[in-house]
């Protein structure tokens, strides 16, 4: 009873310092033209090919429905539209890395059985380190920042959502074997975490398209020493128990196959400087 106290009452002061964050100290605010183009454009959560960014469903779903709150639910108590923005989204970026730190409690807790007071001390360390390169310098940023309101929805929130579907994943030893005894409505839930995350950004996604594909390799080589003498076996193991991360990957390719047919990818060009890719790994 103590130790659920002590987490729901850390999450709400982490709750709360990420709204005074977000609100008052560095709030966000709709200026850029792509803010106020985007928050009023709505569209189906659907890949729509050939459109300007045909994969992007989670921010040009979202994007939309922050604004469209902010106009019916926060304009008529603040009287003033651009500040009734900066609330919705301060709320929505607060609440997705809330959700993002309540996950790292639960890899800490679950994966490592690690006790609920210490996990609540490396939750919060974890969202200190996110913020502690934000110094008193002009250069300096906290992992969350964004040049504005529609890098916010498209770079910020993809990446935390991403993260966090990660970390659940993580948590468990085997997610395909905890997803079966998931109620409906678990599984709906999730199901829907991984289809927002992979049709958010390309960019951020990658990192829940590389632990699916990790996650079947290590296990791949983990089983081959016991079924050395039969690699259909071994597939037919590795299919069976891998269908969640099979089928993250599968909804990768498609977001990335409808992502080509994009007209932003044909503004940017085709060409794949692999050399560039590797010597920035290098400065790294």
Known sequence: KVDRCLIIITQIIIFFFLINFFLIQCPVVAYDCDDWLYISLPRIPLPLWGAWNPSKILPETLMPVAGWTAVHLIYPITGNYVHSITIICALIISLCILFMCICVFDFFNKRFSISARASICL??????????????????????????????????????????????????????????????????????????????????????????????????????????????????????????????????????????????????????????????????
């Open 123 to 284: 939750e919060t360390l974890f969202l200190i380190l996110c913020f502690a390169i934000f110094r008193n310098k002009q250069t300096s940023r906290c992992l969350f920042q964004a040049r504005d309101l529609n890098c916010l929805f498209n770079y910020t929130i993809p990446g935390v959502l991403n993260m966090a579907v990660v970390l659940i994943m993580l948590s468990y030893n085997n997610i395909n074997t905890t997803f079966k005894k998931w109620n409906i409505g678990k599984k709906c839930c999730f199901i829907s975490l991984i289809y927002f995350a992979v049709f958010s950004n390309l960019f951020q996604s990658e990192m829940i398209a590389v632990y699916a594909f990790s996650d079947i390799v290590f296990d791949l080589a983990s089983s081959k020493n016991h079924m050395q003498n039969n690699h259909n076996k071994q597939i037919s193991f590795s299919l069976k128990n891998h269908k969640i991360d099979i089928s993250i990957l599968i909804l990768w390719i498609i977001a990335a196959i409808f992502e080509k047919s994009g007209g932003r990818s044909g503004y940017i060009g085709n060409e794949f400087e692999l050399s560039l890719s590797f010597n920035t790994l290098k400065a790294m």
